[in-house]
């Protein structure tokens, strides 16, 4: 069968190859991971080879800016802003900047059954949605043929999510010529985790503790550190509102390294080059370098690669304080700079034991 890509290590997933397709002989479809790749329709494709020459994977460090960034330390000026935010509340300063302009701001979701995608916010409501990390791969389908018709309309649009996503809307829009009034913000990325392991793992919380109302990852109910980053799973189910913790998907994925996309080992933007116009990402070890600056709400480490991103963040101001840094600190602190993620030698028999017994029995015996 005709293929995009040469082998699942080297598909993103970002979907930019069915935009791209002119003739949509390319549907994305989830395989038994979860994860959607391109499955190209044989019967209607007519070879012009327009989704390998736009593919990220293939085309390499081709999106990326060729200026090497700018490091800061940034952090929301409102307290209410940090503790509803992942890290230092980045995101809301630099999107409020483009909604003030009357533009819209595209980021991942919860949708009614708690899966991720990718929505578009036009005022602070909307984006308010957005805020927080959301250790899912989101589904951006939808948001290519949005971005371009706002993009069409005159609108000023930031585009936020991982640097493969990023360079998938890059791709489609340069293809568009419509990349003037694009933002782009990439994250750091540590890698991405499966959304069939996520549903399961819902369906496991349900089944335990009926109805859920709400969910967070990042929660700051412990002070912002790295280590307490892996234990700030916190959810709320109809029956008592109280907010409960189990961190067994954060587990699977940060410490036991089993859950995620198979690309993400071979990931090529985990450098300091970047696709995005700003990357935003936590200041791990900020109290290191500089104790004034520790917040136990959470502090942003931002590197800034392009004039509109000197621009977006210049206009931020009133709403963050931030800082020039030294590089060295966030290659220090950040493996997602220097290397891809190395995946547990239990990825495969997790995934066995999976396909055999389901995530329940893995939960269980994790207990
Ligand atoms: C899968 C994943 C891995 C990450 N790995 C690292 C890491 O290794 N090191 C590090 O320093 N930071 C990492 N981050 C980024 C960090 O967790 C914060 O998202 C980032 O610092 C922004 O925080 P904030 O306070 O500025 O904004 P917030 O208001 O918290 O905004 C969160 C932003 O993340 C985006 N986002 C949330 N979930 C997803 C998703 N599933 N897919 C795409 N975009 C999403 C939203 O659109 C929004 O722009 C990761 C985030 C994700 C989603």
Redesign the pocket.
Known sequence: MKQVFESKEYCYGCGACAKICPVQAIKMKADEEGFLYPQIDEKHCIDCGKCSESCPFVVRNHYKNTKQPTYYAAKHRSEDVLVH????????ALSDVVLAEEGVVY??DFDQDFS?CHRRAQNAAERNR?????????DITDSYRQIEHDLLQGKSVLF???PC?NAGIKAYILSKNLEKNLYL?D????S?PSPRIWQDFLQFLIQKHGAITAINF?SKNLPWSRPNCRKAFYFQTVADQKERVDNRFLRLFLEEGVIARPCCEHCQFTDTKRVGDIT???Y?GIEKYDVNWYDPL?V??LLVSSEKGERLLEKSAEQMFYEQRAKQEALAE?P?LREPIKFSPKREKFWQDYQQCGLEQILNEMK
């Open positions: 935010s992942a890290s230092g509340g980045a995101f809301t980021g991942a991720v957005l805020r927080t990390s959301k250790y899912v791969q989101s936020s999510g991982t996503q913000c994250l750091f990325c540590h991405i990042r935003i990402g936590d791990w959470g942003s480490l950040q997602r």
